[in-house]
């Protein structure tokens, strides 16, 4: 992230997960945030910056956090996007993801302008864990339709107590500090 972002200005961290399907729609959002005063900022790893390049080139003001990609066993060594994995991966690279939370972590801490959220993907689930002790909100974005939403809230709702308490959790709405859209409410 480059030293010239604008602290008056609220800082968004983007975080996609690295699948087509996942980071085209959250680019898509990315630019419409950019469009309202904020400095967003968006991760990915070295191999999925091509995927992030006709953002910043349509939106120069969107900043890029490019970290290694973490190493997995189990990922072929050069695998950074989900496209090039078997389905069976796929989970394999929901946990390699993990590995970033402490670079992160320790970024942040240290980060002048450090975010005031995260819009993360539904498949990061980890960075609920970022955010909290960063003391700072994070927004779940999902790709998935909103049929198919519904039907694993109504599963997880039958399956036990403790999904009982993850849908309240979901329901609950919060304030982003400093976050205005003209209009446009994130709650």
């Not at 630019?31 to 120069?60: C, D, G, M, Y």
């Not at 002048?112 to 993360?120: D, F, G």
């Not at 694993?152 to 999904?163: D, E, G, R, Y």
Request: hydrophobic content about 45%.
């Amino acid at each position: 992230m480059s030293s010239s972002s604008s602290s008056s200005s609220p800082h968004i961290l983007i975080f996609p997960y690295p699948a087509q399907g996942h980071m085209i729609p959250i680019l898509d959002f990315a630019h419409q945030l950019s469009l309202h005063n904020l400095t967003i900022t968006v991760l990915v790893t070295p191999k999925n910056l091509p995927i992030l390049e006709p953002l910043l080139s349509k939106n120069p003001s969107i900043q890029k956090l490019v970290l290694p990609s973490p190493g997995n066993l189990k990922i072929p060594k050069g695998i950074e996007n989900a496209k090039d994995l078997s389905p069976a991966l796929i989970p394999d690279m929901m946990i390699t993801m993990t590995k970033l939370y402490d670079p992160l972590l320790e970024r942040f801490k240290s980060e002048p302008s450090p975010p005031v959220a995260i819009i993360s993907d539904f498949f990061l689930g980890w960075t609920q864990n970022l955010a909290c002790e960063l003391k700072i909100p994070r927004i779940v974005f999902s790709t998935t339709c909103a049929m198919a939403l519904s039907i694993i809230v109504i599963c997880c709702k039958l399956a036990s107590s403790t999904a009982q308490m993850m849908i309240q959790f979901l329901s609950i709405k919060f304030q982003i500090p400093q976050l205005s859209l003209d209009g446009i409410s994130l709650a």
